[in-house]
């Protein structure tokens, strides 16, 4: 068992822009974020001897050399898309808790924004996410070529099912929107956002939303996974992982023949993360859930289990994710208000909350929180953290 | 048909063999000789028995709209111009579901559990997409 046998001791971002673009590398980009986490925790590049890299966007081999990690001796990339982060989590907690490694640096930053944009390298390179081929032969020649439109296949099934409305979608987006007012690193800081403008906003892949849609970005972040024993002598308090695990829909690699349309990896995860850490979603004192798109906020938390399946639309009425309310999620505003970090931001929020680091948007006496992981075809993972 | 612009399919392997048949105007599934179970996309392995051995069948080319997105506005510059467009996924009378655009049926018209049978697009000389049109 995993269970508080490891922690997250050091976080670090770039902080995130979209124009005039980042200037620099997406390797130096996360080079920042990875010193930054070093800093943070207190550790010397020579003492990391694990790296788990983001796919498509970083070498453990190149962080190595940079960083001056002279005994590398655990290295892997999962190719979960921005499941990808605490799935990495889960390895890392793995490894040290096996003595396959002592500090693990899980890196990810990209040029989103200024870059290539996700809806080019979705439709130039079938590698790049493990569905591509199938996409490439099957949905793209229909015109059906972008997460969005993927998802919204979805979330047009939900609503028809379980009745979730579009202005359940816009109490996330609001919701997010709200939150990022309390982050001044958010992209979205200083632009409310009204359910009345939500449902003005222009329809993209409808039931999607303009505002239904994650901000591509440019910035990074990192943090670092070590022992309990070692945590304890480093500076900051140290942030347990209570419970952590990945799973894929099946089948994971095409969306519309899933027998149980509405699953996700986390359908497979979630169950087992809770039991690992021996507690309940109604723990929970906040939630970090991958926001790619609002609807994906509301399948998450049902394929979590902080509800049941067709209860996620009402679960995020009424300011119930919101500071103050029952569950708060994406304290920092997540990818739709704060920036697409690729799901590494919605880990440093939850090692930043339970730290009692929240400032303004601090959960009070947060002491338990889940942070989820989306990507590709609806890859999940998911973490339990506690102080 | 030459200034064809859109994302074309990979034509190769089992991909190549189920456009080949849309060339045709047929559309065929692949069914498992071992247990009969039907499969789209085309794979190597039935999934339920792990059967290498399979074959084509002819689909009765008719089911019902499961979901759909409309596409508003395009991602990609080579769907531009044809939004709206609502690439529709059918459940097909075989069990299995295929994703294609509807011919006669505008976007605000689609509802689920629509019956709807399959039509063809020949959008190159090589490449035949199979759509669907109202049963
Ligand atoms: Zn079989």
């Known amino acids: 068992m995993l269970k508080d046998k490891t922690c997250i001791v ?59 990690c002279e005994n590398l001796r655990f290295a892997a990339t999962i190719h979960m898309g921005g499941a990808a982060p605490l799935a990495s989590l889960r390895m890392a907690a793995i490894a040290v808790a096996t003595g396959a490694a002592n500090h693990v640096l899980i890196p990810g930053g990209w040029n989103g924004y200024s870059g290539a944009r996700v809806r080019q390298t979705v439709t130039t390179d079938k590698n790049s996410i493990p569905g591509g081929a199938i996409a490439w032969d099957y949905y793209l020649p229909q015109g059906l070529t972008v997460p969005p439109q993927w998802y919204a296949l979805m979330a047009r099934r939900h609503m028809y099912e379980y009745g979730t409305t579009h202005e359940q979608f816009g ?23 009204t359910m009345e403008q939500y449902m003005a906003s222009p329809m993209l892949a409808d039931p999607y939303r303009i505002n239904d849609c994650c901000l591509e970005t440019d910035g990074a972040a990192a943090f670092i996974v070590t022992s309990v024993e070692r945590a304890r002598d480093l500076g900051k308090t140290p942030i347990y992982i209570m419970g952590a695990a990945a799973g894929q829909p099946y089948p994971a690699d095409e969306i519309t023949n899933r027998a149980d349309f509405h699953q996700t990896g986390l359908t497979i995860a979630a169950p087992e993360a809770f039991r690992m850490a021996g507690i309940e979603p109604a723990d929970a004192d906040f939630a970090q859930i991958y926001d790619c798109f609002t609807f994906e906020v509301i399948q998450q938390i049902e394929e979590a289990g902080f509800c049941a399946r067709g209860e996620g639309g009402p679960f995020v009425e009424n300011g119930n994710i919101e500071l103050g309310g029952n569950l708060p999620i994406n304290t ?56 | ?33 071992g247990c009969n179970t039907f499969r789209h996309v085309p794979r190597e392995v039935c999934a339920k028995c792990n059967s290498f051995d399979w074959e084509w069948v002819r689909s009765s080319g008719v089911g019902t709209v499961y979901t ?11 769907f531009v111009d044809d939004t709206p467009m609502a690439p529709v996924v059918v459940e097909m009378e075989e069990g299995v579901r295929l ?21 063809y697009e020949a959008v190159t000389e090589e490449v035949t997409l199979p759509r669907f049109r109202r049963a």
Request: aromatic share 6%; charged share 20%.
């Open chain 2, 1 to 33: 048909m030459s200034e064809y612009n859109k994302p074309l399919p990979g034509m190769d392997g089992l991909t190549r063999e189920f456009y080949d048949f849309c060339k045709q105007e047929d559309l065929h599934f692949q069914r498992c000789s």
């Open chain 1, 10 to 68: 050091g976080i670090g971002e770039t902080g995130y822009c979209r124009k005039p673009g980042s200037g620099m590398t997406e390797e130096r980009l996360q080079l920042k974020a990875s010193v930054a986490a070093l800093q943070d925790a207190g550790l010397s590049g020579a003492e990391i001897d694990g790296i788990l890299a983001f796919p498509n966007v970083g070498k453990s081999e190149a962080f190595a050399a940079n960083l001056g």
């Open chain 1, 171 to 193: 109490a996330v987006a609001v919701a997010m929107r709200k939150h990022a007012q309390l982050n001044p690193g958010a992209l979205m800081c200083g632009k409310t956002l």
């Open chain 2, 99 to 119: 994703l294609a655009n509807m011919l006669d049926c505008p976007p605000a018209e689609l509802e689920i559990g629509m019956p709807v049978k399959i039509a």
């Open chain 1, 332 to 387: 920092h505003g997540g990818l739709l208000s704060e920036a697409h970090s690729l799901g590494l931001g919605h880990i440093v929020e939850a090692v930043k909350q339970l730290r009692g680091d929240g400032g303004e948007r601090q959960v009070k006496d947060a002491e338990i929180g889940v942070v989820t992981g989306w990507g590709d075809f609806g890859d999940g993972s998911i973490a339990i953290l506690r102080r």
């Open chain 2, 68 to 78: 759909w997105t409309v596409v508003e506005r395009a991602l990609h510059p080579a």
